[in-house]
């Protein structure tokens, strides 16, 4: 079974950064499509980035320019920087596995103003 374990959510200020990461237990990673979600309360999940297996990449209109999704292939991982962050964009982040909509545990990142 695969596992997708992130981490490095938190509390965050109003203009601040942080990175998440999304470290996968299946090989040969590299060949995967890797996506990162939000879900905010009471609201629906929704995609956030998403990185194919060659490297390109796509965003939600709300993060461009803000957040960066890329990826090691050598250490089986995702990772989302996330820059200029907002209030609204606290949320439990999750990371994907798209061919097998395989999800992980989400990790809490929260932007106080």
């Known amino acids: 079974q695969v596992q997708l374990v992130e981490s490095g959510g938190g509390l965050v200020q109003a203009g601040g950064s942080a990175r998440l990461s999304c470290a996968l237990s299946?090989?040969?990673?590299?060949?995967?499509?890797m996506g990162w979600y939000r879900q905010a309360p009471g609201k629906q999940r929704e995609l956030v980035a998403s990185i194919s297996s060659n490297g390109r990449t796509n965003y939600a209109d709300f993060v461009k320019g803000r957040f960066s999704i890329s990826r090691d292939n050598g250490k089986n991982t995702v990772f989302l920087q996330m820059n200029s962050l907002k209030p609204e964009d606290t949320a439990v982040y999750y990371c994907?596995?798209?061919?097998?909509?395989?999800w992980g545990q989400g990790t809490q990142v929260t932007v106080s103003s």
């Open positions: 299946i090989s040969p990673f590299g060949i995967y499509s």
């Open positions: 994907k596995l798209e061919a097998f909509d395989y």
